[in-house]
């Protein structure tokens, strides 16, 4: 009979906090997951602290509790509902494409990149999905996860380090503040964007953006076009949940 494998108590440990989340729907108390663990509250506030750094759990403002995090959101994301966000936010994206004579784009968080699931021409035609994922510093898309997915930040400068420059940071924050991000022939010459986030239950995990030459996208109606996008996705928020 094989030797059973040997555990690393950390790592199982780790995975018993997250699935004692998960199990209280999403969100739960220092005191709940240590009595329901069997753990120490030191112990489990210490593990917990390097699971916020690491983007698997994090804490909102004004509430105690701890909750499942972008980066577990962002593995979900992989291994299933694509296809559901593809379909869902089809319509919006036909729809910004034709007002706004811009091409549009629904990107998600992947590691430390975005990728795009779906690209409309202003004409309603579709564009094949670009197989390679892009850098997330730059781009209004990236400037969107970087500001409203948790952990991201670290990611990036764990493999790029020195990505996140006092300009990106100053943008970053920026967004956090509009609740848009602007993208002004920064991330390719000549083109402008602007991007705004999609939430499900408060968490970011797509983010639509249209793009186009920078005569027809001047910045002042880039910020206009934020708002009309956020209006559509309102709506479709509303009308789905």
């Known amino acids: 009979m094989s030797k059973p494998p040997k555990l690393i108590q950390s790592i199982e440990r780790s995975a018993?906090?997250?699935?004692?989340?998960?199990?209280?729907?999403g969100g739960a108390r220092l005191q709940q997951i240590a009595t329901?663990?069997?753990l120490g509250k030191t112990t489990a506030h210490n593990i917990l602290q390097t699971l916020t750094q690491l983007g698997y759990v994090q804490?909102?403002?004004?509430?105690?509790?701890y909750h499942l995090g972008g980066r577990i959101l962002n593995l979900a994301r992989i291994v299933g509902d694509d296809s559901a966000l593809r379909s869902l936010l089809r319509p919006t994206l036909e729809t910004l494409a034709r007002e706004s004579g811009a091409t549009a784009w629904l990107a998600v968080p992947s590691g430390d990149e975005a990728t795009y699931l779906d690209i409309v021409e202003p004409t309603g035609e579709t564009r094949p999905r670009p197989l390679r994922r892009e850098p997330l510093e730059g781009s209004a898309?990236?400037?969107?996860f970087l500001a409203f997915v948790p952990g991201l930040g670290r990611r990036v400068l764990s493999t790029r380090t020195g990505a996140l420059h006092t300009d990106i940071l100053n943008q970053i924050e920026a967004v956090?503040?509009?609740g848009y991000a602007l993208?002004?022939?920064?991330?390719r010459p000549g083109q402008n964007g602007v991007a705004v986030p999609w939430?499900?239950?408060g968490e970011v995990r797509a983010s639509l953006c249209l793009t186009g030459p920078a005569d027809l996208l001047p910045r002042h109606r880039l910020v206009r076009l934020a708002w009309v996008m956020m209006r559509h996705l309102e709506r479709v928020r509303v009308q789905h949940y």
């Not at 804490?59 to 509790?65: A, E, F, K, T």
């Not at 898309?141 to 969107?144: N, S």
């Open 199 to 201: 939430r499900e239950n």
């Open 183 to 187: 993208d002004l022939e920064s991330y």
């Open 36 to 38: 329901v663990s069997g």
């Open 176 to 178: 956090r503040i509009h």
């Open 16 to 25: 018993a906090i997250l699935e004692i989340i998960a199990q209280e729907g």
């Open 59 to 65: 804490r909102r403002p004004g509430d105690v509790r």
């Open 141 to 144: 898309v990236g400037l969107v």
